[in-house]
């Protein structure tokens, strides 16, 4: 099946391209931005080879559905999203951190906890938890925004202050938003039967200086998901949890010797694991959302896209 690995547009008054591991997003005049989602699959901060079918729409709509659900309590920088893998908004000055939230003793922080560390990110986690339990109050565990092809580092509140990464003030405002946008996605997912164990969040500053939310926000590449029926009964019994997130390909990473540590290798994904990454992603769309999944016409992708965004901006 086709997918969307690469994008090379070219759209009136277009000034910058910036291509994520994900993501390409194109800035153009009178401060529009063009949000690209790419099939590209990122793990341990590495790109796969190959692009999964129909993960940019995936990411894309239920980003783009969230952020229309959560934009009474957090502006944010969305205006349109003209095509299932685009969304068009207002230009911001990013934020060069992320703001990582946790609810629960899981994934980065479960493997430092087992690796007998108790302060992750300046914030002291109780002794005594299992991997899975949930925290007795949600944990803010900041990340500093990786140039192209390095890891994200945690980092803690303090050192992003000392730093001057952040103002005092700015900063107060990203607290205060991760806390509320984490508050309504858990509220949303246990609508659906799910528990919102982590995510991370991203900001940045138009140019009138509000801060205001981008990227994508409860997605399964930026969020992990339990499915809250039989969750007790998984931790009492000391069983893996059933999840919704990427976590199932960094696991099958790790049990192919990969972690994107210097010197291995990124095993060669078959055409019929790809097909079980994409019908993953599908049951996560229709899982996390609620609604059944509509895959858009693959047969001509980046014409699509292109066609789609033109007619909007020619508006």
């Known amino acids: ?18 291509r994520g591991k994900v993501r390409e997003v194109y800035t153009l005049e009178n401060d529009i931005m063009v949000m690209v989602a790419t099939d ?12 999964i079918p129909y993960k940019g729409q995936i990411l894309n709509q239920i980003a783009t559905k969230m952020m229309r659900d959560t934009e009474d309590l957090v502006p944010n920088w969305l205006i349109a999203t003209p095509d299932p893998n685009v ?21 980065h922080a479960a493997r430092e906890y087992k690796a007998g560390k108790r302060m992750l990110c300046g914030v002291k986690m109780p002794d005594g938890m299992k991997e899975n339990d949930k925290f007795p109050e949600p944990i803010i ?22 730093r001057g990464i952040v103002s005092e003030e700015d900063y107060a405002v990203l607290e205060d938003y991760t806390r509320k946008l984490f508050q309504r ?11 919102l164990v982590d995510t991370k969040y991203e900001f940045g500053k138009t140019k009138e200086g509000t801060i205001v939310l981008i990227d994508e926000i409860h ?29 199932f390909v960094r696991q099958w990473l790790i049990s192919n010797g990969f972690q994107g540590l210097e010197g291995q290798k990124v095993p060669e994904m078959s055409e019929a694991y790809i097909k079980t990454v994409s019908d993953r992603y599908i049951e996560l769309y229709e899982n996390i959302t609620g609604e059944t999944f509509h895959k858009a016409d693959l047969s001509n992708i980046e014409n699509r896209i292109e066609t789609n965004i033109s007619e909007y901006l020619n508006k």
Do not use: W
Request: proline share 5%; glycine share 8%; hydrophobic share 30%.
């Open 185 to 195: 996605g858990t509220e949303i997912a246990a609508k659906r039967g799910l528990i």
């Open 40 to 51: 590209r699959l990122s793990a341990f901060d590495v790109v796969m080879p190959k692009g």
């Open 219 to 247: 997605t399964p590449d930026s969020s992990r998901y339990f499915y809250a029926e039989g969750y007790d009964e998984r931790q009492l019994k000391g069983e893996p949890q059933k999840q919704l997130s990427k976590e």
């Open 1 to 18: 099946m086709n997918t969307l690995t690469h994008t090379d547009f070219h759209f009136p008054g277009q000034k910058h391209v910036y």
């Open 87 to 107: 969304a068009i908004g207002n230009t911001c000055e990013p934020f060069k951190v992320e703001m990582v939230i946790r609810g629960y003793l899981s994934g």
């Open 141 to 162: 565990t900041p990340a500093t925004k990786a140039e192209k092809g390095d890891h994200d580092e945690d980092i803690s509140k303090e050192n992003i202050l000392k």
